[in-house]
């Protein structure tokens, strides 16, 4: 059973719009996410992440929401340039002992920012 | 400072034969991982480890051997390569103590025929 979900496989924007990338969860034991950008041939990026005792967070033009009763994260990009055209991955880790060290992973979603 | 590096980028290998991917980070991390990234499937935990000598099962860990004799490195042995463990593998570290962002490797490319 998946405990981390991203439903939409892939996401097209125009550049300078906002892009908008949903992330589910059902782990109920996760406090802990982060987003991560993966280019073709390269090793996932960290881009940004939050944890449960928060709402938002920002980064600059990144941004991210949790809801955690409808245990749903979103990832907004404002305004969204073609270099962020990329592969982007929710993660998700619980509390305590060994889960702590684990990341749960979704399926990743292909954002492609058009000129 | 080269951060996570593994070795080697790509490798064709025959199945039933054997092979060890390498990583190493001069980060001092405790913590270090092996994911697979399979199309359609994410990024799926193989093995890990908290420190030298400390190892254990991920989400996916048939078929793949670890040890941990350094803080810098942790290799993944493939035992009897089958045409299932073709996949890209990145290999993953981080501070235990900095909270949960980990660094990983640019990947190596597998190919089991």
């Known amino acids: 059973d998946q405990q981390v979900k991203q439903n939409s496989p892939s996401l097209s924007v125009q550049e300078g719009r906002i892009s908008i990338l949903n992330c589910d969860y059902t782990?109920?034991?996760?406090?802990?996410f982060l987003w991560y950008k993966k280019y073709p041939a390269e090793g996932p990026t960290f881009l940004i992440s939050i944890s449960s005792i928060k709402d938002k967070n920002e980064d600059g033009r990144f941004t991210v929401f949790l809801n955690k009763s409808a245990k749903h994260l979103s990832l907004h990009i404002v305004p969204s340039q073609p270099g962020d055209s990329a592969v982007y991955f929710c993660a998700a880790s619980g509390m305590g002992g060994g889960s702590n060290y684990k990341l749960t992973f979704g399926k990743g979603t292909l954002l492609t920012v058009n000129p | 400072n080269a951060g996570v590096t593994q070795t080697p980028k790509f490798q064709v290998l025959k199945t039933g034969q054997s092979m060890t991917l390498q990583c190493a980070q001069d980060?001092?991390?405790?913590?270090m991982s092996w994911y697979r990234q399979d199309p359609g499937m994410g990024l799926r935990l193989i093995h890990y480890?908290?420190?030298?000598?400390?190892?254990d099962q991920g989400e996916v860990p048939n078929g793949y051997n670890v040890s941990r004799s350094t803080t810098e490195d942790f290799p993944l042995r493939l035992l009897s390569a089958a045409p299932s463990q073709t996949s890209v593998y990145f290999c993953?570290?981080?501070?235990?103590?900095?909270?949960?962002?980990?660094?990983f490797g640019e990947g190596s490319w597998l190919t089991v025929v």
């Open positions: 993953a570290s981080r501070i235990s103590s900095s909270g949960n962002t980990i660094y």
């Open positions: 782990n109920s034991m996760f406090d802990y």
């Open positions: 980060m001092n991390h405790e913590y």
């Open positions: 480890s908290v420190g030298a000598g400390i190892t």
